[in-house]
């Protein structure tokens, strides 16, 4: 049965910058692949303006390729051509398009729920179970420690993010003329404050420690990338 579009992961077709403000609700290609993807018209399908409609700016061209930019639970914007080869981008209903997947449907829509949850937790600078190194990378730009552990089972990478803060030393000195007592800096050291160790296997976060100083409670678990296999 005909659903959505054939979905294939291709150079040839580089997916459109994020913007520095995505769109509430929206999921951009970009956000979890640097490659693209390309969708295979089946049917003529108009393409508007904005996701819930608007202007009309011509019908899609059956059999045509066309680039994926974004999309949400029920639409998405695509960059392609109209029926008279003239270039065109806008929102299309997902009913255009087909799939050889039959859980396409169902595995496009756990990554739009994953991602906007991704973002939530990148705005808020919260490292979580499940996400790639990039998506770490955009919270914690630069590990102080990497470590790779290689066991019968596989080969897992540690990175530790850890944050130092300075502390003064100081003795306490009498002046031997006037006998006045003041504290006198002796030397100063860099000392943990915080620190937060993930490690990675199989591509995502497995495990999540993080020190007392910086702050309680469970990491946060989001799911794995998803997969789509052909």
């Known amino acids: 049965m005909k659903t959505i579009a054939s979905l294939i992961l291709l150079l040839a ?14 999921v951009y290609v970009e956000e979890f692949t640097p490659k693209g993807i390309k969708l295979k018209v ?5 393409v508007y303006s904005t996701k819930q409609g608007g202007r009309k700016r011509g019908s899609l061209k059956v059999g045509i390729d066309v680039e994926l930019v974004s999309f949400t639970e029920k639409a998405y914007f695509v960059r ?3 029926d008279n080869g ?20 169902e595995k496009l829509k756990q990554v739009h729920a994953r991602q906007l949850l991704v973002r939530a937790l990148i705005e808020k600078k919260e490292v979580a179970i499940g996400m790639t190194p ?15 552990k290689r066991t019968a089972k ?7 993010f850890i944050k130092y803060h300075t502390v003064s030393h100081f003795n306490t000195v009498r002046d031997p003329s006037t006998g006045q007592i003041y504290r006198q800096l002796t030397h100063t ?3 943990e404050k915080s620190k937060i ?8 976060a497995s495990s999540i420690e993080i020190s007392k100083n910086n702050g309680p409670g469970n990491p946060t678990t989001v799911g794995a990338p998803i997969i789509f296999a052909w």
């Open 86 to 105: 003239i270039g065109v981008s806008g929102w299309v209903t997902p009913a255009s398009f087909s799939s050889k997947d039959p859980k396409f449907v």
């Open 197 to 204: 160790v993930v490690e990675f296997e199989n591509g995502f």
């Open 42 to 46: 089946e049917k003529p399908g108009w």
């Open 154 to 160: 596989g080969q897992t990478t540690i990175w530790e």
């Open 80 to 82: 392609g051509k109209r």
């Open 13 to 26: 077709f580089p997916a459109m910058a994020l913007p520095d403000k995505p769109e509430k609700g929206v």
């Open 134 to 148: 990039e998506e770490v990378s955009q919270i914690h730009t630069r590990p102080t420690k990497t470590k790779v």
């Open 189 to 191: 050291t860099n000392e």
